[in-house]
């Protein structure tokens, strides 16, 4: 007897000290298409403590993706809390790229775990502000299973075609600006490290007509050459109404910085390309991305248009100045004109700033030093200019080298 009661002990303080030592680990995600990948990267946080889980919420991933979810939030709750490897689960209650925050300060992690494709500086700062360890992990798929995910998954290929940020000038390339004032529209091609939302300024539509050509990645071939036979393919004969501008194809085509002159034409009369390591660097240092919502399916950002040789003018002064001062790497010089790019933008086509937008730029006031919307606007993204920290929600962004 003696020796079961000792047992008994031994059992009873083992247990009390795994509940003092034993950490809360925590994760967040949208788990639409659950997938092998997944169950193998809810494995790996386990061992590090009690698993917790966040689950974006139907509204926050139609907002930051522009798709609804195959599966509902219920669902996926329900799915991931039947996982053996996970110990709760909730729906996040929060909004944007940090929608997961009030759930973790309620769980009260001692750990954060994410694949290495989903963190980022943001997600560290948090942690240390804090108190919470901070892990990335690979993706490692269960023996004899293929890496999976979600992104692979909804497109069926691994798509590693670029996007492109457009910085200053554009809508010079369309004739009916260019016609008042010509100049230069500058273009930043990214890898395809994030999976940017539909109608949200990131050339997504010409990137899926690329598709078509190149349905996993950019050929090697002249650079400016794989851009006009995009710009050609997108703007076919049979095709009728609105052209495609060629600062899409040339941002996603074109390496690195690139302007483009435009002269009451549709396709440039020069293209200038930057590829100084230096210069690349820096703007990853300064210019990052926030999601905001997808362009609203009835919304025309040509309505109201007020397109006068004034102001197509300060379009193309502006960009000239952003070119010179990024050369440079004049960080108020190139903010001043980036700002002063997106004011002329707005000035002729004030439909750009739709409902929405200005509570979206208010957040960024004090925090950045200059914002415009990607594309034609009226939601999308914005693209920051900023100093020191990466500001909270933003993205990174990865320039395309070679």
Same mark, same amino acid.
């Given at each position: 007897m003696a020796k079961v009661r000792k047992n008994c002990y031994l059992c009873t303080y083992n247990y009390i000290n795994y509940l003092l030592v034993k950490k809360k680990v925590f994760v967040s995600g949208c788990y639409d298409m659950l997938h092998s990948g997944h169950v193998a990267f809810f494995r790996e946080a386990a061992k590090y403590g009690d698993l917790y889980v966040g689950i974006g919420s139907d509204e926050t991933i139609r907002r930051?993706?522009?798709?609804?979810?195959? #599966?509902?939030?219920?669902?996926?709750?329900?799915?991931?809390?039947?996982?053996?490897?996970?110990?709760?689960? #909730? &729906?996040?209650?929060?909004?944007?790229?940090?929608?997961?925050?009030?759930?973790?300060?309620?769980?009260?992690?001692?750990?954060?775990? !994410?694949?290495?494709?989903?963190?980022?500086?943001?997600?560290?700062?948090?942690?240390?502000?804090?108190? &919470?360890?901070?892990?990335?992990?690979?993706? !490692?798929?269960?023996q004899g299973l293929q890496a999976r995910s979600t992104t692979a998954l909804r497109t069926g290929d691994t798509c590693r075609l670029p996007y492109r940020i457009d910085l200053a000038g554009t809508w010079l390339d369309q004739p009916y600006v260019s016609e008042h004032a010509p100049g230069w529209a500058i273009t930043l091609s990214l890898e395809p490290t994030h999976a940017f939302m539909e109608r949200g300024g990131m050339a997504t539509s010409t990137r899926n007509v690329a598709r078509q050509l190149w349905p996993y990645e950019l050929p090697m071939y002249n650079e400016k050459m794989l851009a006009r036979l995009l710009f050609c393919f997108e703007n076919s004969p049979e095709r009728h109404g609105y052209i495609s501008g060629a600062q899409d194809a040339i941002g996603i085509c074109v390496t690195g910085l690139s302007r483009h002159y435009y002269d009451n034409t549709y396709w440039p009369t020069e293209i200038e390309q930057c590829k100084d390591p230096d210069v690349l660097d820096w703007l990853e240092s300064h210019l990052c991305i926030v999601p905001m919502f997808p362009r609203r399916a009835d919304c025309n950002v040509l309505d109201g248009k007020d397109i006068t040789p004034a102001k197509a003018k300060a379009l193309a002064d502006a960009a000239d100045r952003c070119w010179h001062a990024i050369l440079a790497l004049d960080l108020d010089g190139m903010a001043k004109a980036y700002a002063d790019s997106f004011d002329a933008q707005v000035a002729m086509f004030p439909a750009m700033m739709a409902e929405g937008v200005s509570d979206w730029i208010d957040k960024f006031r004090g925090k950045a030093l200059a914002w415009k919307m990607a594309g034609a606007g009226a939601g999308g993204h914005l693209i920051l200019v900023y100093d020191g920290e990466l500001p909270l929600g933003a993205l990174p962004i990865k320039i395309r080298r070679n």
């Open positions: 930051l993706k522009g798709h609804d979810t195959i #599966y509902s939030e219920k669902e996926r709750l329900y799915m991931v809390k039947a996982i053996r490897y996970v110990t709760d689960a #909730y &729906i996040n209650t929060g909004s944007g790229m940090l929608d997961f925050v009030e759930v973790m300060d309620r769980v009260q992690p001692d750990v954060f775990v !994410v694949n290495t494709d989903g963190g980022s500086q943001v997600k560290r700062d948090l942690c240390k502000a804090r108190g &919470i360890e901070y892990v990335e992990l690979q993706r !490692v798929p269960e």
